[in-house]
T-cell receptor
Framework: DTGVSQDPRHKITKRGQNVTFRCDPI?????LYWYRQTLGQGPEFLTY????????KSRLLSDRFSAERPKGSFSTLEIQRTEQGDSAMYLC???FGGGDEQYFGPGTRLTVT | GNSVTQMEGPVTLSEEAFLTINCTYT??????LFWYVQYPGEGLQLLLK?????DKGSNKGFEATYRKETTSFHLEKGSVQVSDSAVYFC??????????FGKGTLLTVNP
């Protein structure tokens, strides 16, 4: 199966620490998206890439958040100086070209203590 | 901006019952509409989609029709199974590629 993969699946960190998540999209997909999902809510858009270019960022993405997709393949999402409010499931999705369908990974669950 | 409102849960049904989960949306232009499903411990999976008015999306016995006049995309299934127990999300995609989701509806089907 060559679906979207995310690593790690779970991360527990202390407030103030930095964390980094990785997403590997489906290999031929040129668009990659990050979403955040908190308990009882639907996923909320954070940012998206077309190849290596970051084309849109949500206002949810504060200065402590940074995302990269250096070679247009995998992507990383870093959160600096984590806060308890950052606790959530971080979801990655990918799509091909202008296609409607976004395929989601299993997510990384972040807990900030 | 775009928004999706879906029926609050949880919804509890007996096996073989009829299911409807309501979804309405607000969007500019002509969005594509989706239902995603999230089974316990798993990621989001696309269940069905419709890309223009009056289109009907269907998959695994589930159906939803894109109704532009009522800005709705209600999910239906004639006979639910225990294995359909999951969280269902209605979503739309506008011209800027990102998905806007509803809050999700937890469905529990009892044998």
């Amino acid at each position: 199966d060559t679906g979207v993969s995310q690593d790690p699946r779970h991360k527990i960190t202390k407030r103030g620490q930095n964390v980094t998540f990785r997403c590997d999209p489906i290999s031929e997909h040129n668009r990659l998206y990050w979403y955040r999902q908190t308990l009882g809510q639907g996923p909320e858009f954070l940012t998206y890439f077309q190849n290596e270019a970051q084309l849109e960022k949500s206002r949810l993405l504060s200065d402590r958040f940074s995302a990269e997709r250096p070679k247009g393949s995998f992507s990383t999402l870093e959160i600096q100086r984590t806060e308890q409010g950052d606790s959530a499931m971080y979801l990655c999705a990918s799509s091909f070209g202008g296609g409607d369908e976004q395929y989601f990974g299993p997510g990384t669950r972040l807990t900030v203590t | 901006g775009n928004s999706v409102t879906q029926m609050e849960g949880p919804v509890t049904l007996s096996e073989e019952a009829f299911l409807t989960i309501n979804c309405t949306y607000t969007a500019t232009g002509y969005p594509s509409l989706f239902w995603y499903v999230q089974y316990p411990g798993e990621g989001l999976q696309l269940l069905l989609k419709a890309t223009k008015a009056d289109d009907k999306g269907s998959n695994k016995g589930f159906e939803a029709t894109y109704r532009k006049e009522t800005t709705s995309f209600h999910l239906e299934k004639g006979s639910v199974q225990v294995s359909d127990s999951a969280v269902y999300f209605c979503a739309l995609k506008g011209s800027n590629y990102k998905l806007t989701f509803g809050k999700g509806t937890l469905l529990t089907v009892n044998p």
